[in-house]
């Protein structure tokens, strides 16, 4: 009571006062919140604004179960709204007035519904008439339905002989082709491969997925345009109009008698899977392996209308030695490809990858997985006048690599690849006949003179930033003496990644460790330090850029303890002559022994003291190995090897030699 006589002094206590009061309703006694209401109302009684302010507390009062309380809060609520009797007593005038003139709206409506009742019952006359004339008028608009009908089959009959090179089941799958949306007609158009052209004249024919049928199936072989259709649309997602088609398949093949069995003995040893936006593509690749003795199994050209599709596939891939697979980034994304990558691997079938366009390796996808093992050929970036869109030494490496798999078929080889079919014959009438070598014609790819290296006594391990310069390091060295295992050199499209390093590495007696920031962060070349220091390999690391030493990282506790050579400088990575290199040489000579075969006199870096040949007379040339050391040379031993050019030493243009040892 004395506060709420303080909060009548001004505002400012008010404020204060009412404040207080309220912190009381919520954390007070409840006995008390009657009281304090009361003398909130006897400061607000003043000073409105400030209890005004308190609205939302004082409504939360209206459901307390305290006896009193709700009907405090109410009256104080009133009060802020002013609601009293007398404001009362005006607003019941006013509604009594409102009520009053309602009741004179209600008569005049009354009036007007009884006129309205005589127009309804003259409108009610009027409909049953119009009643008996839609009567009439549906008897003959079901008499008209049975003649439309009729028409309309007839019209579907002319369409049908009109537009007789599209199948039966076209009609159905253009009701659902028609209907406009992201995987419509005209993505199949594209993916069929028409060009926006046709598509613009097709778009302005009343049905213009038939339009469409009937200039494919005018353009195509009845089966293979209905597989490449079929295809497509599962490619696409529209497995609806899909299930049209192998449902009309599977009636058409149980309504024709089953054939003799013609299936040939001696199946393609080759089986190509490839995504079909690329068949022109394959079908070119198909013809040059045809053309090399090669015969393939490609969809289009073993399988026919009505065939079950999946089964065929399943026995031309397991009546294959290898699979040739066209990776392409949709070819990755596609699912029927998916299927064929993971049964060649379910049924351990060889697998050479060829790169037709630029795609991440390995793809991303379920291929990840099997492809991440394997190197693959690539097999675009080149143009010729005859059509081929791959390098030529790409090609040649992919017959080497079949040659592993498959002989080819000596009578389906034409005059382009007969100088290049490996052929036992031809590798001993080449070594006895050196005359009619010389007068050969030169094939379109250089070829290797030098035997290939067997057992490599140093392993170089690089990051591809700097594959030039370690190439000519290889040259070098081996024209030193040195078998040198280089990926490029010893790996080719197909092969094992892991399992060809690996061999690489416990087969080397020393490891030359090309270091760049880049090598160090490379997961693939820590590995291979990785495995060269469990295995106990002496590493002699060369560093080629700036980098910190020890590399930080995984590299730093196999390098903490050695002494790396600098060939930071350009001229060195380029030439490889000079101070650095021959003391590359001398590490490398403590561990590894030159071949005498591999030495090339004309190669010979100048001023190198280790590892270079003396002298070499027809009795018994010697190679120094180490000073105050030789290493004596047979008579038969030729020092005439050709090195191989660097640009093109891939390790993938394989020797006829070469091959004809590995049949």
Known sequence: EVLSIVGLYNEEYAERIVAFFTDQLTSGDVMYQSSVLMFMKTVGGRYKSVLEKRRANIEALLKSTQMGVPDMAQSLLDYLDDRSLKTLDQDIKETKED??????HVTET???????QEDVSDQRQQLGEVK?????????????????????????????????AAPAWSRDVSLLMNEEGDYDWRFLAVRLGYGPEDIRAWATNADPTMAMLNEWYNTHRSSEATYA?????????????????????????AAVPEPAADEPTNPPPVFISYQWDIQDKVKLIKEHLNMAGYDSWMDIGQMGGGDQLYAKIDKGMRGAKVVLAMVTPKYAESENCNHEINLANLLNKPIIPLLIEDTPWPPPGSMSMIFSQLLYIMF?????SSGKFWPDSSFYELLGQLAYHAAPDQDLITDEYKNWTPSVEKKEEKESSPEKKETKSTPQVEEKDTEPVLNPEVFLSYQWGHQPQVKALYSQLTSQGFPCWMDIQQMGGGDALYGKIDK?????KVVVSCVTPKYTLS??????????????????????????????????????????IDCRDDRTQNDWQGDKFEELMLQVSRYASPNPKSVLPSTKPPGAQANKVDKITPAQPTVTDKPGKTVQITENAQ??????????????NKKKSSTCSIL
């Open 504 to 508: 690489g590495i416990r087969s080397a």
């Open 523 to 564: 997961a693939n070349c820590r590995r291979e330090v990785s495995l060269a220091d469990a295995l106990r390999k002496p590493i002699v690391p060369l560093l080629l850029e700036d980098t910190s030493w020890p590399p930080e990282g995984p590299m730093s506790m196999a390098f903490t303890e050695l002494l790396y």
């Open 110 to 116: 009354e009036d007007k519904v009884e006129d309205l």
């Open 639 to 652: 020092l005439t090897a050709t090195m191989p050019n660097a640009q093109n030493n891939t390790g993938k």
């Open 380 to 384: 675009h970036g080149a143009s010729s």
């Open 99 to 104: 009520v009053d003139k309602l009741d004179e």
């Open 229 to 253: 259709v079929l295809k497509s649309l599962q490619e696409m997602g529209r497995t609806d109009a899909a299930e049209i088609i192998e449902t009309a398949m599977e009636e058409a093949g």
């Open 132 to 164: 008996e004339d839609v009567q009439q008028q549906g008897e003959k608009l079901t008499e008209l339905e049975y003649v439309v009908d009729e028409t309309v089959e007839k019209v579907e009959e002319i369409d049908h002989k009109t537009l007789s």
